[in-house]
């Protein structure tokens, strides 16, 4: 039989959690009642459920509960942060937006189209090692900025953006922060306040929630266009019926992050180190791409000289499951923006592989990871032996 890989592609999606698969079953069974009907006990039950998930997902951020919008997911998050907060008709004086080149496309992309319809947009070079630069961030910010959107943490490189810092220059000149931090969730403990941030788009299925829901954080004060409209739903931002189901999961996935995160965080840096300090034992041409301190527990991005990445994917996909950067971008095989924008050359771009570990990551699992890439069980060794 054909043996499964080790998924360590935790990054691009992470599995349910048991615990989260065993609180939704009841809203895809028996509790299947519409939440929004007042009219029964069967959609009491559904709204008393989406209820506690939404007071389990502001605790997750320390939030409010009423401070919660739920989404399909990040893209939309994103979305509804940015298309909402310049949707109105808008100032002729406040008509800019900042950004960086690092962004995940649902943020890059949600701007260049935002940018079509008169607002300007900076788009921010970031460091060798991915972080903001905060001279060049203040230099671009002024009375004129309405919107700066900074992820938390990068999907492909890890790197840990310094959200507080980027909160007090935004606030000095009354713009509005929305930070991306799907990746952050689960990783790193999050606090709207003490982040300083005014919006926050996160999503279920990097944090072992169901897939096809995520939320959105909106500071009271910060005024949104809606993007769907219809019966007036989630305080008339977003028309629609509620997933119940998918909202108890991501609840519950919340809740399991907010109790587990500083042990996954533990469990996950010390496996990653040994898996990487035996990585550069066999290949000490080895790179690692970001910085190398100021990232998420569980990433690493790196590359061999003279290895392209998908060929050292593809060799070793019997033993392991990783990838190249972002999960959305991969069927493209174009270099990762990411990679470019820290001034890497394509031909080394193309060598990156994001390795990312989560919480079920095994000692096992890092032992198959380290035999398969220092190539003593690779069906071709001889590929991540070259250059
Ligand atoms: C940083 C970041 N933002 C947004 C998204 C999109 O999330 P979703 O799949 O929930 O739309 C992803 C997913 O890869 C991500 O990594």
Known sequence: MTPIPVY???????????????AMWPYLTEHFGNPHSSDHRFGWDASAAI????????????????????TSGATESCNLALRGV????????????????????AVL???????????????????????VDLRVLEAALDDRT???SVMAVNNEIGVVQPLADIASRCRAVGAHLHT????????????????????LSISGHKVYGPKGVGALYVRPGVDL??????GGQERGLRGGTLPTALIVGLGAACKLATENQHSDGYRMTALCQRLYDRLLDAHPQLRLFGHPERRVPG???????????????????AHVAISTGSACSSASSEPSHVLLALGLEPETAATSVRVSLGRFTTEADIDQAIETFCGIRSARPVALERG
């Open 86 to 105: 310049t949707g109105h008709a808008h100032d002729a004086r406040r008509n800019r937006i900042v950004t960086l080149a690092t962004e995940h496309p």
């Open 109 to 131: 992309e949600t701007v260049r189209d935002i940018a079509a319809s008169g607002y300007h947009v900076d788009v921010l070079p970031v460091d060798h090692n991915g972080l």
């Open 180 to 199: 991306d931090a799907t990746q952050a969730a689960g990783r790193l403990p999050i606090d709207v306040d003490a982040w300083g941030v005014d919006l």
């Open 51 to 70: 209820r506690a998930a939404r007071a389990q997902v502001a605790d997750f951020i320390n939030a409010g509960d009423d401070e919660i919008v739920f």
């Open 146 to 148: 309405l919107l700066v």
């Open 8 to 22: 360590l592609d935790n990054q691009a999606t992470t599995p349910l959690d048991p615990a989260v698969r065993d």
């Open 299 to 317: 990433n690493l991005n790196i590359g061999l000289p003279g290895v392209p990445a998908d060929e050292l994917i593809r060799n070793t996909a």
């Open 225 to 230: 266009k809606p993007m769907i409209s219809g």
